[in-house]
């Protein structure tokens, strides 16, 4: 794609082509990529590149991020609550930035509509109840 765009295409030095990782490259590359994966099961490291990678380290970053979100939690209870009040946090923000930069404007536009009452009622209840569980 850059070699048909002469502005962009003049500015690379040297073209690389890379092939993709065979499953052993895989295996020896991955654990030393990050520490997440340092300790994981090969036969996970072997499964997220057939069902994700497909040899493209460039697609391991992602996986990374979302194997460490998404697994990162244990059973104990404080390590939970922790996460969930972080989640809900940054929920209650998003939500109050939603409401104050698009909904409040919309409702300020316009006063009498059904759909500005409507939702302006239910997401100040969703607010309410994203702050209560915050501040709990």
Not at 6 to 12: A, Y
Not at 13 to 28: A, D, G, K, N, Y
Not at 123 to 135: A, H, K, P, R, V
Request: charged share 20%; aromatic share 10%; no cysteine.
């Amino acid at each position: 794609m850059l070699r048909r765009e002469p502005m962009l295409s003049s500015r690379i030095f040297i073209w690389q082509h890379f092939t993709r990782l065979t499953p052993s490259e895989v295996l020896e590359a991955i654990p030393l990529f990050h520490p997440v994966w340092a300790d994981a099961d090969p036969d996970d490291i072997t499964f997220a590149d057939q069902h994700a990678a497909h040899g493209n380290f460039r697609a391991w970053p992602q996986l990374t991020w979302s194997r460490q979100a998404g697994y990162q939690l244990g059973a104990e209870r404080p390590v939970l609550e922790a996460y969930e009040r972080a989640v809900v946090r940054e929920k209650l923000t998003e939500f109050r930035r939603f409401i104050t930069g698009t909904v409040a404007p919309h409702a300020a536009a316009h006063p009498g509509d059904k759909w500005v009452k409507h939702i302006v009622a239910q997401l100040n209840s969703i607010e309410s109840t994203l702050d209560l569980i915050n501040s709990s």
